[in-house]
């Protein structure tokens, strides 16, 4: 088992969301992260779908997903090869005496504050989802009140010419 | 460009697809296109007398015919009847076009009368379905409803029409083209690994060819006689294939699996070379995967990329159609055994000792009929005939005895209900099959416990003068269930005891204006038989058999095909 990323292009269309996420249940596969969007096409929606499975049913996933009427392109975003990003808004929960030591750390971090209340401050951090993780860490201490992750979206580099070639920026 | 109603368009774009039957139940949603019907339609509409049984008419006319069915019913209730025969399309890969009507627009998402979400409730038996709200859609939605059901994987779709479409007028033009980027079955075959699947036919000791249903719906029956003969390879036969090779085929070694034979589930066991060719590797096929055809590489020719190695993996993939792969495989073989020519001498001899020491056998007893002489007096008649006899069955003891006793030795032969195993789909898919051949007598072997959930279409038969002959196999009990009970459940027969006491099927028969036939003894059967051929109207014969008879040979679930339980008194294996 091992986590993949798998991008695809679906038909923008009513039901066409249920029927990818009917088949992941129906086939007893494992959805971590779902993400939704429009994209560059108003009749078209990407999907950016978090599956941890084998490789068997990786292969299983994306043929029967090719089934699907809607699906136009189903294709994995292996790690070497994709930009991924993920937003998380965090609600932390913290005294007055502390704000300014709370602020300074997410500045480092690279979060933006989002909104201060008069005990709790949100968050919105933008990376790679493994940052991501690692700011909810950073911030836990001081007590996490609410989360929430949009779930990982990505996309091909076109810096990843050909499969398996190393992009030659890798930010 | 025509103006017209919704529910005209309908019916114009069947004509369109060259539908000939539809079969269906009107009711509330669905009432506008019945008007339309009563309008004027070159379609033939069948009346049937439950949705489910509809839906069972329409499967067994397009796999008698290679054509798509169309089954129409109204909401909510009438769609969830529809369920049943859907899914089994599904399970079957049968082209089926289900046409639904749907509350009006505005009332949908309100729960108003018979409303039910049709395309959420089959959205995991369908390879698509649409819910049409607007009705400048309806043209393309049917249209393209009808190139899904039959290109790529042949299998159901759903057409949901709300009522106010139906009704609405607008400019009906029908489309040339479908407009769906998505859908790309594949139409070719590639050219480098038919030519790796060659060489290793070509190389293999032991091959077997592992020929499924799929060779039926891809119509390429004439192109796997041709390998067969032309590369002299050994060939088994699931039960969803039968007919696709001639049972009286010299190197057709029948059905493989559970109530297979025996000597079909050798030659896969010690085969060095499966080449599966439209079937998938189904449990009651393979039993323990990691036991089936341990010794053996794996070709696997499908057209849906998603079965080649979704069970067991497959060496070489052949993704495409099944005519276009097996005509240009027949030509590589060719080729390639022109190379090397293995002496496969040894294998076949070894198959046809299986052949001659493991033959179906049964005990026949004094003053009790046993199911399986009855079936083999049905195929003894059946060669007799001068017309065609296309059998259709349910599903259980008398599915597997009919698999294994009867001779089809043409497609579309024998139509039966494999992957969702539909007890009560004999019946209605009887009926079905008689719309698509009118010139064939249409026999349905069926079991007591089937015959009860579906036999109300014998109204459907009579009156819409679609004769069939209904054989039931009558135990008196659920017979496969009861199997198993006394097999693997210490016999406590839980609920499987119908009983010959009601009810009397030949009077039931008559009184749906059918003639009705009992037989309690071999000596009635033959005439009882051919009588009911030549009824001249629908007939029904009472089978009065051993309830206690069980299906062997059987790898129980699970098991090794090397497992294998035989008749009490049958001599041990090894394999």
Redesign the interface.
């Known amino acids: 088992m091992s986590a993949h990323t798998i991008s695809v292009r679906l038909e923008n269309r009513p039901g066409a969301l249920a029927r990818v996420s009917q088949l992941f249940s129906r086939r007893g596969y494992n959805i971590q992260s779902l993400a939704v969007g429009p994209t560059e096409r108003p009749d078209i929606s990407r999907l950016t779908l978090r599956v941890d499975c084998s490789e068997h049913s990786l292969e299983q996933i994306e043929k029967q997903m090719h089934k699907l009427v809607n699906v136009l392109r189903v294709t994995e975003l292996r790690p070497d090869e994709a930009v991924e990003r993920e937003l998380a808004l965090i609600t932390v929960s913290v005294a007055t005496d502390r704000r300014a030591e709370l602020v300074a750390l997410s500045q480092v971090a690279g979060a933006q504050v989002a909104d201060i209340g008069r005990d709790a401050i949100t968050f919105e951090f933008v990376g790679r989802p493994d940052q991501v993780e690692a700011f909810e860490e950073l911030v836990r201490p001081y007590g996490v009140r609410e989360l929430v992750r949009t779930g990982r979206v990505g996309l091909r580099r076109p810096s990843a010419t050909a499969r398996g070639a190393q992009p030659s920026v890798n930010v | 460009m025509a103006r017209m109603l919704g529910s005209d368009a309908i019916l114009r774009a069947l004509e369109h697809e060259g539908v000939e039957v539809a079969f269906g139940i009107p009711g509330g949603a669905i009432l506008p296109t019945y008007d339309a019907i009563a309008r004027g339609t070159t379609v033939r509409h069948v009346l049937a007398r439950h949705e489910q049984g509809a839906g069972h008419m329409a499967e067994g006319y397009a796999r008698a015919s290679g054509r798509v069915g169309v089954a129409i019913a109204t909401s909510g209730p009438g769609a969830t009847n529809l369920v049943t025969p859907i899914a089994d399309a599904w399970m079957d890969s049968t082209p089926l076009v289900a046409i639904t009507g749907q509350v009006r627009s505005n009332l949908i998402g309100t729960d108003a009368f018979q409303e039910i979400d049709a395309?959420?409730i089959t959205?995991?038996i369908v390879?698509?379905?649409w819910?049409v709200q607007d009705v400048e859609e309806l043209p393309g939605v049917l249209k393209s409803a009808f190139h899904?059901a039959r290109t790529?994987?042949q299998g159901p779709v759903l057409v949901d029409i709300a009522k106010d479409v139906q009704e609405a007028e607008f400019d009906f033009v029908y489309p040339d083209e479908v407009d769906?980027?998505?859908?790309k079955p594949p139409h070719k075959v590639h050219p480098r690994q038919l030519r790796e699947a060659a060489r290793a036919i070509a190389e293999a000791q032991r091959p077997i060819l592992y020929a499924g249903g799929g060779v039926l719906n891809a119509d390429a029956c004439a192109e796997l006689l041709e390998l067969v003969d032309s590369a002299h390879l050994p060939a088994v036969v699931t039960l969803m294939g039968k007919g696709c090779l001639p049972d009286s085929h010299p190197l057709n070694y029948g059905p493989p699996g559970m109530h297979g034979s025996k000597y079909a589930n050798f030659a896969l066991n010690k085969a060095d070379l499966v080449i599966a060719v439209g079937s998938r590797f189904d449990d009651r096929v393979t039993g323990k995967v990691s036991a089936f055809a341990p010794g053996a590489k794996v070709i696997h020719f499908d057209i849906?990329?998603?079965e080649v190695?979704?069970i067991r993996h497959a060496e070489i993939p052949v993704v495409g159609p099944l005519k276009l792969a097996l005509a240009q495989l027949a030509a590589e073989v060719r080729a390639a055994t022109a190379e090397v020519a293995p002496d496969r001498g040894p294998w076949l001899r070894q198959l046809e000792d299986w052949r001659e020491r493991f033959p179906y056998r049964y005990a026949k007893a004094e003053g009790v009929l046993k199911p399986q002489t009855a079936i083999e007096a049905l195929r003894d008649l059946a060669a007799t005939r001068e017309e065609d006899v296309v059998w259709t069955t349910g599903v259980g003891q008398h599915q597997m005895w009919a698999m294994q006793y009867l001779r089809c030795e043409t497609p579309r032969s024998f139509i039966t209900s494999g992957g969702l195993g539909t007890m009560g789909y004999g019946v209605p898919a009887a009926v079905g099959v008689k719309a698509a051949r009118p010139d064939a007598t249409v026999v349905c072997i069926d079991g007591d416990g089937c015959f009860q959930m579906t036999c109300q279409e014998l109204a459907t038969a009579a009156l819409e003068r679609l004769p069939i002959v209904a054989v039931v196999i009558n135990n008196g009990w659920l017979g496969m269930v009861r199997q198993w009970q006394e097999l693997f459940y210490a016999e406590r027969f839980a609920q499987t005891h119908l009983t010959h006491a009601v009810p009397d099927y030949a009077q039931l028969a008559e009184a749906y204006g059918c003639a009705g036939f009992t037989v309690e003894s071999e000596d009635q059967l033959e005439d009882a038989l051919a009588a009911a051929f030549d009824a001249g109207r629908s007939a029904v014969v009472d089978v009065r058999c051993d309830p206690e008879e069980k299906c062997f040979p059987m790898v129980p679930a699970g098991a090794a095909a090397v497992d294998i339980i035989e008749a009490p008194g049958e001599e041990a294996v090894p394999a």
């Open positions: 395309t959420g959205m995991p390879k698509h379905s819910l899904v790529g994987r769906l980027p998505g859908w849906d990329a998603a190695g979704k």
